[in-house]
C-alpha cells in the first residue's frame, strides 16, 4: 500500500479502488493578517467564529466545491457530487476529498498531486461572501485589538456563505496546521454577483 503523504497539516492517502483521499482541516478562532499596516494605516486582522460556515455546510441542496488555486476551471472534488465529505464542529471545519480515477486523469489534478508530492501545497484557502445583514443579524463584527498584543482592527465572522476551499501555495495563518485563507484571495473571482474582493471588505 502506497504511504500517506502530508503538506501542511493534509494528508493524502491512496485508496483500495484506484482512487486518492485527501484530508485536511482549518481552525475557527485563528487569526490572519490582511493588513500588515504602516504609512497611517492600522493592522487588520480577521478570524472566524465557531460554526462560521454552517449555513452552506448544512444544506443539502447547495453546492460546495474543492479547487486547486481558487479557480472553478480546476476542480478536485464536490459535495453534490458526494466526493466532498465536510464536518463542521466548534475547533474547525474538517473535510475528506475523494479524488475518483477519473479526475485523476485531469491536467489540472495531475499538476496538484505533483505539487502535493513536492511539499508545494501550503494549505487552504476559503471562496465566500459573508452573509447579508438582512438574514443575518450580525454576520460580522469589528473590534479593537487587545493593546497587549497590538493595535490592530480584527475583524470576526459569525455567519458566511461557503462556496468553495481551494488549495494553495502561499497561506496566510501560519501559526495553524491548516490556513483558512491565502495572501492571494480570489473572492472577487466567484462567479456570483456582489462579492467583494477581502482587502475590500472592510467598513468605513
Given at each position: 500500500?502506497?504511504?500517506?503523504?502530508?503538506?501542511?497539516?493534509?494528508?493524502?492517502?491512496?485508496?483500495?479502488?484506484?482512487?486518492?483521499?485527501?484530508?485536511?482541516?482549518?481552525?475557527?478562532?485563528?487569526?490572519?493578517?490582511?493588513?500588515?499596516?504602516?504609512?497611517?494605516?492600522?493592522?487588520?486582522?480577521?478570524?472566524?467564529?465557531?460554526?462560521?460556515?454552517?449555513?452552506?455546510?448544512?444544506?443539502?441542496?447547495?453546492?460546495?466545491?474543492?479547487?486547486?488555486?481558487?479557480?472553478?476551471?480546476?476542480?478536485?472534488?464536490?459535495?453534490?457530487?458526494?466526493?466532498?465529505?465536510l464536518t463542521d464542529s466548534a475547533d474547525a471545519l474538517t473535510f475528506e476529498a475523494i479524488l475518483?480515477?477519473?479526475?485523476?486523469?485531469?491536467?489540472?489534478?495531475?499538476?496538484?498531486?505533483?505539487?502535493?508530492?513536492?511539499?508545494?501545497?501550503?494549505?487552504?484557502?476559503?471562496?465566500?461572501?459573508?452573509?447579508?445583514?438582512?438574514?443575518?443579524?450580525?454576520?460580522?463584527?469589528?473590534?479593537?485589538?487587545?493593546?497587549?498584543?497590538?493595535?490592530?482592527?480584527?475583524?470576526?465572522?459569525?455567519?458566511?456563505?461557503?462556496?468553495?476551499?481551494?488549495?494553495?501555495?502561499?497561506?496566510?495563518?501560519?501559526?495553524?496546521?491548516?490556513?483558512?485563507?491565502?495572501?492571494?484571495?480570489?473572492?472577487?473571482?466567484?462567479?456570483?454577483?456582489?462579492?467583494?474582493?477581502?482587502?475590500?471588505?472592510?467598513?468605513?
Amino acid at each position: 500500500m502506497e504511504s500517506p503523504v502530508f503538506s501542511a497539516g493534509l494528508e493524502l492517502r491512496a485508496a483500495g479502488d484506484g482512487s486518492r483521499r485527501l484530508s485536511g482541516r482549518f481552525p475557527y478562532n485563528k487569526r490572519a493578517v490582511l493588513d500588515a499596516g504602516g504609512k497611517g494605516r492600522r493592522p487588520k486582522k480577521e478570524q472566524f467564529a465557531p460554526k462560521a460556515f454552517s449555513f452552506a455546510v448544512e444544506d443539502p441542496d447547495r453546492d460546495i466545491h474543492l479547487l486547486s488555486g481558487h479557480t472553478f476551471d480546476k476542480p478536485l472534488a464536490s459535495k453534490k457530487a458526494k466526493t466532498l465529505i465536510l464536518t463542521d464542529s466548534a475547533d474547525a471545519l474538517t473535510f475528506e476529498a475523494i479524488l475518483t480515477q477519473e479526475i485523476q486523469q485531469a491536467s489540472w489534478v495531475r499538476d496538484f498531486l505533483a505539487a502535493f508530492a513536492a511539499g508545494l501545497v501550503g494549505g487552504i484557502s476559503p471562496g465566500f461572501r459573508v452573509a447579508p445583514p438582512e438574514v443575518v443579524a450580525k454576520p460580522e463584527e469589528t473590534t479593537e485589538e487587545d493593546l497587549r498584543e497590538g493595535d490592530a482592527l480584527i475583524r470576526t465572522i459569525f455567519a458566511a456563505i461557503l462556496f468553495e476551499l481551494s488549495l494553495v501555495t502561499r497561506p496566510a495563518y501560519h501559526e495553524t496546521d491548516v490556513s483558512l485563507r491565502s495572501w492571494q484571495t480570489h473572492q472577487d473571482r466567484l462567479p456570483v454577483r456582489g462579492l467583494i474582493h477581502p482587502m475590500n471588505r472592510w467598513r468605513a
